[in-house]
């Protein structure tokens, strides 16, 4: 990993820089080569909801996320980039091969696409970071979504770390304008509140970079996220739904005031299950899922 103490033209060595460019070449021949596909990617106006996990969630790291998902009656499955053990799989265009079959054949959707492991190789930090976002372009777009979530925890957290929002702000300039021409949106998601990620997408100021948001982490950190979800009108890409060790609807959060604040800001599209299994994983998401689907109807 490198110095996190080092500017940003330190960490992006000049031949990362290069190996980056040669990337986006490569990305933007993919995308020009790829299938039309706007019916996909199109925005959440005029669609209802829709109930996914990611497959982080359902326990697999494999194409048998979606015999799970199936199994719970989910509409689709939010898929992981992969590992640094795997080498980032989906990069592969076999392997993504294999989660679209697995998906049609078990009749539901890849929701859209996640980069869990940039909470240990952050984003901020690591210049392998930047070029697995660089590479999910294209492999979003074989994919055929649109969402790209940008995790931030952990290694990767951006709370209280002002050079480090610095350098990812600079990154993010860097990759939008990339992500824009893909028709891709980069969600951010982190412990950060809804004005400090404003003022990220503000400094950015590319379309293409959103928030991913999590109700549950926004409630371990104590926001009012029903206030926040107003706030962040028209920059919300997509939604986690979990309550720390609750199951969904027995704890802290009250998920019919998470529907208001979603009509007040006219969002539909994907909501993703992240939450507790306390007893077993299948039968709790089928309970999860019954509650939202009573608040969050197709």
Not at 196 to 220: C, F, K, M
Request: net charge neutral; proline share 4%; charged share 25%.
């Amino acid at each position: 990993m490198t110095n996190m103490t080092m500017p940003l033209t330190d960490t992006f060595a000049k031949s990362t820089r290069r190996e980056m460019i040669g990337r986006a070449t490569r990305v933007a021949a993919t995308l020009a080569l790829g299938p039309a596909l706007a019916p996909l990617l199109a925005g959440p106006g005029g669609r209802g909801f829709k109930i996914g996990a990611p497959e982080w969630s359902l326990r697999k790291a494999d194409p048998s996320c979606f015999e799970v998902a199936r199994e719970i009656g989910l509409d689709g499955v939010q898929v992981n980039l992969g590992s640094v053990e795997d080498q980032m799989h989906l990069r592969q265009p076999a392997v993504q091969r294999a989660y679209l079959t697995a998906a049609s054949q078990n009749g539901l959707e890849i929701a859209s696409l996640a980069l869990a492991e940039l909470n240990t190789i952050p984003l901020k930090s690591d210049p392998r970071a930047a070029i697995w976002l660089l590479d999910s372009l294209a492999v979003a777009r074989a994919l055929g979504v649109k969402v790209i979530l940008v995790a931030q925890f952990f290694r990767g957290e951006l709370k209280g770390d002002k050079e480090g929002t610095d350098r990812t702000v600079e990154v993010l300039k860097e990759l939008a304008p990339r992500a824009e021409k893909a028709g891709a949106i980069l969600g951010l998601e982190n412990y950060l509140s809804a004005e400090e990620n404003l003022d990220i997408l503000q400094r950015v100021g590319s379309p293409a970079l959103e928030v991913y948001y999590d109700v549950g982490n926004s409630t371990d950190k104590g926001y009012d996220i029903y206030q926040e979800i107003r706030l962040l009108k028209g920059r919300v890409c997509e939604f986690h739904a979990k309550d720390g060790n609750f199951m969904l609807g027995q704890g802290r959060i009250d998920f019919r005031k998470v529907r208001q604040a979603m009509d007040d800001i006219s969002y539909r599209g994907w909501i993703q299950i992240e939450a507790a299994a306390p007893h077993a994983l299948v039968e709790d998401y089928r309970a999860d899922l019954k509650f939202l689907k009573g608040i969050f109807p197709a």
